[in-house]
Every structure is written in structure tokens, then in C-alpha cells.
């Protein structure tokens, strides 16, 4: 267990030197909404918005179920539907008002599909079947463009997520083809909070994307991610410099939302937990892809060495130092064993 829990640190701060930075920019703190005390969102872990209510759903249960929150967190009705799911993550609101869930926990990596569900406002349900080109993942985050497609974004605990998108149009129940359309590197950070320490800070636990369709966020346990999509293009926005959000001192960050006018929205599961607002959120991606379109290079470097400052290709050095890193990981456990000798 020594040698595994060694390998898992060595890695993760490889990763976390590599990963390209975020754009440093000044935020908002967040400010407490409101304070969401029902039991049935004690594990909070998929919120919307808009802009007169909040849609939150808690993980786990034996029935699709969303709560519909009024702006002082009161409870004003409840969506649901007879479909016990398998491990509901996150929560997507579509133009039409059309629910999406993420049924895409698999924290053993056993499920051969995963699924997403359609929940209409009168509480009827569509499942759709997925299926992954690569092996199993367990994911978190679910991002829905302006045009409907969904995009599902894994939970790594060495900082790689792994973006897909269903391969043709969703039929139901399916299976449907999930494809690969992208990999993120994200870096530990200091801001404190969540369950595991500053691991947490690079694991992806929820997504969403604002109603224009121009901003996406993802966000780990303790900070969002911002990522300016000026075409709506869910794909290409998370190739750019994401701009850092802190959210500290969430026992659980999981819940992640915009409302209409771009305020973000995070929350965490736990009783008694507040919705935050960072006013203006989308408004910093905005700002941000203005600058790069103006040449501006940003504290990752120039764009054409992948993001390194020291001109070193990304990849190759990401080998070279996984390389080093296990060679460390070989001697440390040489050492352990040969002192339990």
C-alpha cells in the first residue's frame, strides 16, 4: 500500500507541473444565496437554473427526482419519475426545459453502459443507453450545447479528463456509441476544501454551460473552470485557457450552474449547505478569449509549444517525467521493503 500511495502522489504532481495553467485573472468571492436544508438533497450533487428557480438533484435514490428550488432554497415542487437509476451524477436543463440527468457514476469501473435520462417538466422519462469506445470511466460532469448534444466528461484521479459525445444521434434506449473528442490536464490548486485534500482539486465533479451557450464550466471539488465558447462549440472551447474560479471551503463541491444573466452557481452536498453566486463569471471567459484573439499569450506560454513556458513539447515531456516518476516510485519501493527486511 506504501508503494501504491506513493505512485499515486509522484504521478499526480507530474501531472500537476504539466498541466497547462489557468488564465490568471481577478474573480469574485462567492456569495451565499441561499441554504439548502431538505433531506432529499443531502447529497447535492446536479443543480440548474432559470433565473426565477433552481433544479437540484441528489445522487443515489431508487427514483429519477429533481427538486425545484425557489430563489430562498424553499422547496417548491418535485419532478420524478418511477426509473431507479444506477448512479446519477449531474444535471443538465436543456432550451426547452427538458431535465437531463447523468446517470454516469461507476466509481468501480464495472458498468457495461451508462445512461442518460430525459426527465420532462410533467415527470416523463427517456433513457439512452451509452456506451464508451474505450473501457469504462466513472464521470461526473455533464455539459448540454445550444443544440442539444450532451457531452459527458470524466473523473480521473491523476488530473486527466476525458471528454466524449455520442457518435450519431441518440436514439432510446439504445446502446448509443460514446466518441473521444478531448482530454483536459488540470493541475492541483490550493484552495481549500472538499473530502480528499488537494487530490480533489483535480477531480472533475460537475459541468454545465451557460444558456447562451458561450461560456462552459467545469468544476472539481474545489475550484470551476471557465472556458470561453464564442461559436457555442462545446469541443473547441475546451481546448482554450480556462479561466480558474475558486470555490473554497466546500465539504463536497459537486453542483455546478449558470443562470441567464451568466452568474455562476456552485454547491456542495452536505445538510445544510448554501447555493453560492460568483456574479459576472461568464463575462471573465468572454474577457479572456478577447485577449488570446488579440495575441495576447497568456501566463501558459506560446500556444505553439503546447502550453509550456519552457518551450518543451507537452507530450514529450509528459513521458519523460511519467518515466522519472516511476523510476522514483521503483526506489522508494526498494528502500521500504528492504528496511521491512
Known amino acids: 500500500m506504501r508503494g501504491r500511495a506513493c505512485a499515486v502522489v509522484l504521478v499526480a504532481a507530474v501531472v500537476s507541473f504539466l498541466a497547462p495553467a489557468a488564465v490568471a485573472q481577478e474573480v469574485p468571492a462567492p456569495e451565499s444565496v ?21 433544479y437540484a438533484m441528489g445522487d443515489g435514490g431508487t427514483k429519477l427526482q429533481v427538486v425545484v428550488l425557489g430563489r430562498d432554497c ?12 444506477y448512479d446519477v451524477e449531474d444535471l443538465a436543463r436543456a432550451q426547452d426545459g427538458t431535465l437531463w440527468l447523468a446517470d454516469t457514476g461507476d466509481n468501480r469501473k464495472q458498468r457495461e453502459t451508462v445512461a442518460l435520462h430525459a426527465l420532462t417538466p410533467a415527470g416523463k422519462a427517456t433513457l439512452y443507453r451509452l456506451t464508451y469506445p474505450d473501457g469504462q470511466h466513472d464521470a461526473e460532469a455533464l455539459l448540454l450545447d445550444g443544440s442539444g448534444t450532451p457531452f459527458v466528461v ?12 455520442p457518435a450519431a ?14 482530454t483536459l490536464d488540470i493541475a492541483t490548486t490550493d484552495t481549500p476544501g472538499g473530502p480528499v485534500g488537494g487530490v480533489g482539486s483535480m477531480l472533475v465533479t460537475g459541468g454545465a454551460v451557460s444558456q447562451d451557450g458561450k461560456t462552459v464550466a467545469l468544476r472539481t471539488y474545489t475550484d470551476a473552470y471557465l472556458y470561453a465558447a464564442p461559436d457555442g462549440d462545446v469541443a473547441a472551447a ?20 449558470f443562470e441567464p444573466d451568466g452568474t455562476l452557481l ?30 495576447s499569450p497568456g501566463p501558459t506560454g506560446d500556444p505553439a509549444t503546447g502550453g509550456s513556458e519552457s518551450g518543451v513539447p507537452l507530450l514529450p515531456a509528459a513521458a519523460i517525467a511519467v ?6 516510485v521503483f526506489v522508494v519501493s526498494r528502500v521500504w521493503r528492504a528496511r521491512r527486511g
Open 34 to 54: 441561499c441554504t439548502v436544508r431538505d433531506s432529499r438533497l443531502a447529497e447535492l450533487s446536479g443543480l440548474a437554473a432559470d433565473g426565477e428557480r433552481f
Open 74 to 85: 424553499g422547496v417548491q415542487k418535485v419532478i420524478s419519475a418511477p426509473v431507479d437509476p
Open 154 to 165: 470524466t473523473k480521473n484521479v491523476l488530473g486527466k479528463a476525458e471528454v466524449y459525445k
Open 169 to 182: 444521434e441518440l436514439k432510446s434506449p439504445g446502446p448509443n456509441a460514446l466518441e473521444k473528442v478531448g
Open 238 to 257: 475546451l481546448k482554450r485557457n480556462p479561466v480558474r474560479v475558486p470555490l473554497p471551503n466546500e465539504p463536497q463541491g459537486e453542483a455546478i450552474a
Open 266 to 295: 456552485s454547491a456542495s452536498e452536505g445538510t445544510g449547505q448554501p447555493v453560492r453566486a460568483v456574479r459576472g463569471a461568464a463575462a471573465l471567459a468572454a474577457a479572456t478569449s478577447a485577449d488570446e484573439r488579440q495575441g
Open 323 to 328: 518515466l522519472v516518476a516511476l523510476g522514483l
